[in-house]
């Protein structure tokens, strides 16, 4: 994985959490899902980029699960014009362009894993504005 960040890695070496193996797993799917694909700390938790934006942040709390926040950016965008086909049917939609998906244990995660990774692809290259 060679888009891991020296500041996610002290970050996770600090974090106590009682899903901290959940997000080790989810985080090395998330980096190795796609070669551009880069990460560093955003809302205090791991956060993925696609060509620099934020895309994908993991929600650490409540602790009794993990929480993966697909958005478009740090900065709020315009839903007018924006549709996203979610063929793994693992996102509920909180907002317009926001959804989250919600992996309880372990067993969930590897689960959805390669699912995972793939809507994590999708969601990056079709959230991207294009050059």
Not at 31 to 50: M, Q, V, Y
Not at 63 to 89: P, T
Not at 97 to 113: H, I, N, P, S, Y
């Amino acid at each position: 994985m060679a888009n891991r960040s020296e500041d996610v890695e002290r970050y996770m070496r600090e974090l106590q959490h009682s899903r901290k193996d959940e997000v080790e797993r989810l985080r090395a799917a998330i980096l190795d899902a796609h070669p551009g694909i880069t990460e560093r700390i955003k809302w205090n938790a791991p956060s993925f980029c696609f060509k620099d934006d934020d895309r994908v942040t993991l929600k650490l709390k409540p602790r009794d699960c993990v929480q993966l926040i697909f958005h478009r950016g740090a900065k709020a965008k315009s839903a007018r014009g924006f549709s996203f086909e979610d063929r793994s049917g693992l996102l509920q939609w909180v907002a317009e362009d926001r959804a989250v998906v919600t992996l309880q244990d372990m067993k969930d995660v590897k689960a959805k894993k390669a699912a995972l990774s793939k809507l994590v692809v999708q969601w990056m290259e079709s959230t991207t504005p294009r050059e």
